[in-house]
């Protein structure tokens, strides 16, 4: 199912909303910015596939008070790719990210981290 408003987002958009998402905890809007057949590498030891292993993924650890994240920086190539230097944080230790998120029609169809 396609959110309407999401197409209208651009990719950076996109991204920002999934962030805003991310340290609101807020799991329904986190998942809603990612396509229904989404691909998370480089969270888990195999990819995270499809908005039903998203939440599942992401649902406990949304639930920790203590986990958040800041971008450091955006690198936005063409109109869909969006690279992010990260700084997740969980219980006061950060641990710098490289995100590299491919937007398509305003929802989130790959994403892929690399941490230090």
């Given amino acids: 199912m396609t959110d ?12 920002q909303a999934q962030l805003d998402a991310f340290n609101a905890h807020d799991l329904d809007a986190f998942v809603a910015t990612y396509a229904d057949d989404a691909v998370i590498t480089g969270v888990a030891q195999e990819p995270v596939v499809g908005s039903t292993a998203i ?36 219980a006061g230790v950060a641990t710098e990210t490289i995100a590299t998120f491919d937007v398509i029609d305003g929802l989130i169809a790959r994403a892929s981290m690399l941490k230090a």
């Fill in 55 to 90: 939440r599942a993924f992401y649902e406990p650890r949304l639930q920790n008070p203590e986990l958040s994240c800041v971008i450091d920086a955006t690198v936005l190539f063409g109109s869909r790719w969006v690279v992010a230097q990260e700084q997740v944080v969980n």
């Fill in 4 to 15: 309407r408003t999401a197409t209208d987002r651009s990719a950076l958009d996109t991204v």
